[in-house]
């Protein structure tokens, strides 16, 4: 292995971060026409964030009323029908019971504007850079053509740029939405019971662990996928473009063996990063369980009523999603930097026939060329 590949594949998830910052920061810069929008949908995903991390309280109060702080039994309800019956503690239990369905309705609100808005910006920046990228080919001059397959550069408008929508969408929300989410959460329970909080955070660390793991993992097959699917577009295009030629020279069958190894290479690593983003999800779903069954331990302990039981083991649940959420941010990433890189490369080439400083542009012409001390070689 070369000394520039084991550097790559050492580097750690915070160094992709800051290798990566340099690209987003140019990336965000096709944002500003509307960044307006742009701010309004993270705004609306850091309320979801505050709101969702508001749940474990409704979950604590609501159950504290209808329980009354301890195990419902029928003999318990069947007494108190006649106190049920009360209009203003009948109304108040009715308005407590209202919680959940408001922060629910509030939390879908922000979550659906908040994407909406995230995917309407994303949609017109790829559009433009779409646009840039292929009058940025059609001007060059022909050599970087003899250079480059039709395919790749094919694929660099249409699959690079759908990749590098997900640093947009789903990276820009959820680095915005979920930790708010998770801080809010550990607020929120160290409010309730700083010891519970403690006993469930003791795992907090460990879930990290598969980031880093799987994350060296994706990096290449991320790379490779991508030239996959480039070498597939260029078999595709190849093949229909000269099919005249291929049929001539009975190539037909060439073509599909060139078609099904490329096809084959893009499936066999794009199911290296579905296994390395889908590992993650359970490994933090057992770490979850985990702190679950010690916290379950910590309630027997210190007796809780039901109420705050809920409202923990809610908070809980809250908590660990976001934490698998960005478990899997760091393998986007990867193929949202690689898609990202190869598009601006293009965009930053330069012709190697250029204009001379003082040229005359041609503003009209009669459609005669005359030619003057020209010679051919």
Not at 17 to 45: C, D, E, H, N, W
Not at 143 to 155: E, H, K, T, V
């Amino acid at each position: 292995m070369s000394g520039r590949r084991a550097a790559k594949k050492k580097q750690s998830p915070w160094e992709t971060l800051r290798a990566a910052s340099g690209l987003y920061g140019r990336l965000y810069s096709y944002v500003k026409p509307y960044k307006m929008r742009f701010i309004f949908g993270l705004v609306l995903g850091l309320a979801y964030g505050g709101v969702n991390s508001l749940f474990p309280l409704a979950i604590a109060r609501v159950t504290s009323a209808i329980f009354h702080g301890a195990a419902p039994n029928p003999m318990a309800l069947r007494s108190n029908m006649g106190a049920l019956d009360q209009g203003p503690r009948i109304n108040s239990i009715v308005l407590v019971c209202l919680a959940i369905p408001a922060i629910m309705a509030v939390r879908s609100l922000c979550s659906y504007g908040s994407t909406y808005c995230m995917q309407w910006v994303s949609n017109r920046v790829v559009s433009d850079i779409r646009v840039q990228l292929f009058s940025k080919m059609v001007r060059h001059s022909m050599d970087f053509f003899n250079r480059m397959r039709s395919g790749f550069l094919m694929s660099r408008i249409t699959n690079d740029t759908r990749v590098m929508q997900m640093a947009l969408t789903s990276v820009s929300s959820d680095l915005f939405k979920q930790p708010i989410t998770i801080v809010g959460a550990i607020c929120v329970l160290m409010l309730m019971d700083w010891k519970f909080t403690l006993v469930t955070l003791i795992l907090f660390p460990s879930c990290l662990l598969p980031l880093r793991v799987y994350g060296r993992r994706a990096k290449k097959a991320v790379q490779d996928e991508q030239e996959g699917m480039a070498q597939m577009v260029v078999t595709m295009q190849e093949t229909f473009a000269g099919i005249r030629v291929i049929k001539s020279f009975a190539r037909e069958s060439f073509q599909e063996k060139e078609f099904k190894r490329s096809n084959q290479m893009q499936f066999s690593q794009m199911m290296r990063i579905i296994r390395s983003i889908e590992a993650v999800g359970p490994l933090v779903e057992i770490i979850a369980a985990i702190g679950v069954g010690m916290a379950l331990l910590y309630v027997y302990a210190a007796n809780l009523s039901v109420g705050r039981f809920f409202g923990l083991i809610s908070g809980i649940f809250i908590l660990y999603d976001p934490i698998k959420t960005l478990s899997k941010i760091h393998i986007v990433m990867q193929r949202s930097v690689a898609a990202t890189g190869a598009i601006f490369s293009i965009l930053d080439s330069e012709p190697t026939v250029q204009d001379k400083p003082d040229a005359i542009a041609l503003t009209s012409s009669k459609g005669r060329i005359d030619f003057d001390n020209v010679t051919f070689r």
